[in-house]
């Protein structure tokens, strides 16, 4: 049965009237009767009494009207208040980032969001693997990558730069020595992020391999060797001298802080408000290191 059919006999039925009905409905008075005589032959039955005067429901109208308005009213109601078809984003936003994300500014992020959109319940799952965003429903994710995406399914919004650094505490360089050169590296004790191209060269020197920075970060701090990790992670303690910079004119290749989220012809409010909020967030925080004068 045709929703749209069923609406305009709703309104004669409701008016008494194919005049109200249509003014009602901003439809012309033909359009609604051809769309009641419709439904009565989709149906099989008689809907209305019809003289030139008045208009009044037969037996089979009556049954009809009765179990049905209520139900197109319901899902009318449902319709218009869909969390999305609100101005405010609204609703549960779902969505998914590496640890060491979890573990430095998106805490920060995420409590500064809800507050401004208080309509928004934000279910955050921190994973360093790569999530399939549409099959396991997640509105969008971040992620630090260098490569071109191949998922024609998603979109793709760069968000800022993340530089990447060696670091090696205090204590490792004072037994190890601190190199002058990347070709020295070769003679150190690395700690290497697992299965990275950029990094391929490294990592066939590498002591300790991890496939979380967080863990990387921990094991340079506790003199694992020389580690290369995102900047803004290892900051923190370079500014607390548990971390120092190795080679800082060394530069690993550039990667990118992105965002990915499922094509889709309407972006929903909540992950363009997001996406938005994140964009202003970081204009401030720079995640790439300042300008160093060191070799």
Not at 42 to 54: D, F, I, K, Y
Not at 152 to 174: E, K
């Given at each position: 049965m045709d929703l749209n059919l069923l609406g305009l006999f709703i309104a004669v039925a409701e008016t008494g009237s194919f005049s109200e009905a249509a003014r009602r409905l901003g439809l012309p008075k033909s359009s609604v009767s051809?769309?009641?005589?419709?439904?009565?032959?989709?149906?099989?039955?008689?809907?209305?009494?019809?003289?030139?005067?008045?208009?009044?429901?037969?037996?089979?109208?009556?049954?009809?009207?009765?179990?049905?308005a209520p139900l197109l009213a319901s899902l009318k109601e449902a319709v218009g208040t869909l969390p999305e078809r609100e101005e405010a984003p609204s609703g549960e936003l779902r969505l998914t980032a590496p640890h060491d994300m979890g573990a430095t500014f998106l805490p920060e992020v995420v409590a500064r969001f809800t507050a401004r959109y208080p309509s928004v319940r934000v279910d955050c799952r921190l994973t360093n693997r790569n999530v399939d965003l549409v099959a396991e429903g997640f509105d969008l994710a971040l992620r630090a990558s260098g490569a071109k995406l191949a998922d024609?399914?998603?979109?793709?919004?760069?968000?800022?730069?993340?530089?990447?650094?060696?670091?090696?505490?205090?204590?490792?360089?004072?037994r190890r020595g601190t190199p002058r050169s990347p070709e020295e590296l070769a003679q150190h004790e690395l700690v290497v992020f697992r299965g990275l191209k950029y990094l391929r060269e490294l990592e066939k020197h590498a002591r300790v391999l991890g496939d979380d920075m967080l863990f990387l970060r921990e094991a340079a701090k506790a003199g694992a060797g020389i580690a290369v990790l995102p900047t803004f992670l290892a900051q923190a303690d370079v500014t607390s001298g548990q971390l120092v910079r190795v080679l800082p004119r060394y530069a690993q290749p550039s990667t990118s802080l992105v965002m990915l989220y499922p094509r889709t012809q309407h972006v929903p409010r909540k992950v363009s408000a997001f996406r938005d909020f994140l964009l202003e967030f970081l204009k401030g925080r720079p995640l790439s290191a300042p300008p160093s004068s060191g070799g």
């Open positions: 051809r769309g009641v005589a419709s439904l009565e032959a989709s149906v099989g039955a008689q809907l209305l009494h019809r003289t030139t005067r008045h208009v009044s429901l037969s037996t089979a109208g009556t049954a009809l009207y009765e179990r049905a024609s399914s998603l979109m793709v919004r760069r968000l800022g730069a993340l530089d990447v650094q060696l670091f090696a505490s205090p204590t490792y360089l004072a």
